[in-house]
């Protein structure tokens, strides 16, 4: 594949105005000094402030730019200079990329004994690749296809210290609270323990992380009268305990007895810190024996059987904590059907285009995506599964969705289109991103990419720009209505009583001084 030309405005709108300024005079005065394609990998050396070139690497496809990496210590948002030097001389000297052969290539060069001579002389260069080259061969030897059963562990946990942390964590959250700082001094903390209980359920231990989360609750259930005489909260930490421990009890196997006790403390302490652990509760009735679950994940009960019943509100929590465990077990097939009965969608279609059944997600979604997210999630995996047309058919349907991730949404959306040469969504796309978001970079975007279908267009886009009345617009109406000498505009824009920027009062002061000096 061909490294595809980036547009400018792309470049631009990814990027700072000084990064792309920066990048424009490191490509003018030629610091890109290597450019190598391997594949659908691009890399160069940009020559820059400290002796040793830094490195750009671009992953591309069929679209565009799919990430970019640099040596460079920068970390202000967007692409750095020298990612932006890189990609602009690889569009003014398309030539002076040298095609070189991928990994894949190299290797089929070689015989086994080459092979491993090389692996060798690599090992011998950089010792530390003996762990990574151990943990391959282990796995690439395993005979089982499937996650090998995890080994119990052989002595149980030691909570002391985990009782000990949560003590020092509450107490030393109280002397802020006496002397009059944040809230909640304890959540952080807390939370920190929270998660080391999750990662052992993550690795099949839930044994262990029930022993860590009893632990954390008991200790704070008996200082929780303590934190609420001083007027403390913990933000959150209910419900952030309530999920560990659905998916501690779901990755534990406990008989009988052990399961009407946790029951019964379970409740007490829901009753102590006045908190819903209803879902936990549920996954200890239901386990994973619940016929009514058998019956999903079996495959032979519908969506609409079974929503016909009242279920709880965390229902769908509950299943994506399911599908979190059954994805860890390599349980495809019930994975798949639970996702489709709890009415996970975002779950079901990306699954299913991953495992290979593109035209069975693409046709779903026509009907079943109903957010962003969604069709973000399903068009990215497309992507990323090498079916760009697939991946743009469900991004521009998703942009008929609304909600907080549209604007980026629609910037990813236009760029990818602008990828594949589809002009008409690329504008479809970067409307949206400018109704969601308006900028004067975006709107000087639009301008350049309609080319002569401007003046057909700009009517619309400075009407949605009049519509826009939040004040985080403000600027960009300021900007736009300047630049196209639209001043009665600019005027009114200032005028508003709640305008907070009163640097954009002069701004538009100057502009108009001889045009309406009153």
């Known amino acids: 594949m061909q490294f595809p030309s980036i547009s400018e405005g792309v470049i631009r709108q990814n990027s700072t105005e000084n990064s792309f300024n920066r990048g424009k005079d490191y490509d003018r005065t030629g610091s890109v000094i290597d450019l190598v394609q391997r594949g659908t990998l691009l890399q160069a050396e940009v020559e820059g402030t400290e002796v040793k070139p830094y490195r750009v690497t ?112 509450i107490r030393e959250g109280i002397r802020e609270l006496e002397d009059g700082y944040e809230d909640d001094p304890f959540g952080e903390g807390l939370l920190e323990l929270v998660d080391r209980a999750r990662s052992f359920s993550e690795t099949g231990d839930g044994e262990s992380a029930i022993a860590i989360l009893e632990a954390i609750t008991q200790s704070y259930a008996e200082e929780w009268d303590e934190i609420s005489n001083y007027g403390g909260d913990v933000y959150g930490i209910n419900d952030e305990l309530n999920e560990a421990w659905t998916e501690a009890i ?62 709880p509100d965390f229902t769908q929590d509950l299943a994506l904590i399911r599908l979190q465990i059954l994805d860890r077990q390599d349980r495809e097939t019930e994975y798949l059907n639970l996702a489709r009965v709890a009415g996970l969608t975002q779950q079901y279609l990306t699954r299913l285009a991953e495992s290979g059944e593109i035209e069975t997600a693409v046709e779903l979604a026509k009907t079943e995506i109903s957010a962003i997210e969604e069709a973000s999630a399903l068009a990215k995996t497309l992507r990323e599964s090498d079916h760009p047309e697939e991946a743009l058919e469900i991004a521009e349907q998703g942009l ?44 000087q975007g639009l301008g350049t990419l309609a080319d002569k279908a401007w003046k057909r267009l700009k009517p619309a886009v400075l009407k949605t720009l009049r519509q826009a009345n939040e004040w985080s617009s403000n ?39 001889n045009y309406q000096p009153d």
């Open 250 to 311: 779901l990755s534990a196997e406990l008989d009988e007895s052990q399961i009407t006790d946790l029951q019964g403390t379970i409740v007490n302490w829901q009753d102590e810190l006045g908190a819903d652990f209803g879902m936990s509760l549920a996954a200890l009735e239901q386990r994973w024996t619940d016929p009514t679950l058998q019956e999903i994940l079996a495959g032979t009960l519908s969506e609409a059987e079974f929503w016909l019943e009242d279920h």
């Open 58 to 169: 671009v992953e591309f496809d069929a679209g565009g730019v799919s990430a970019a990496h640099c040596t460079c210590p920068y970390d202000y948002g967007g692409w750095c200079k020298h990612t932006v030097a890189t990609l602009l001389t690889c569009n003014r000297q398309p030539d002076r990329i040298e095609a070189r052969p991928t990994l894949a290539q190299l290797l089929d060069r070689l015989n086994p004994v080459q092979t491993q001579r090389l692996v060798q002389e690599l090992v011998a260069a950089q010792p530390e690749l003996i762990e990574t080259v151990d943990r391959q061969v282990q796995l690439m030897t395993n005979a089982a296809p499937t996650k090998p059963a995890r080994k119990p562990r052989r002595s149980p946990i030691d909570v002391t210290p985990i009782r000990r942390q949560v003590r020092q964590i």
């Open 475 to 513: 600027e960009a109406r300021v900007n736009i209505f300047l630049y196209e000498n639209l001043l009665d505009d600019a005027i009114s824009t200032v005028s508003n009583r709640y305008i907070y920027n009163i640097g954009l009062v002069y701004q538009v002061m100057d502009a108009v001084i």
């Open 400 to 443: 008929a969705f609304s909600g907080n991730g549209l604007y980026d949404f629609a910037i990813w959306t236009g760029e990818f289109a602008e990828g594949l040469n589809n002009r008409e969504i690329a504008l479809q796309a970067y409307q949206a991103a400018f109704s969601a978001r308006p900028s004067f970079k975006l709107y």
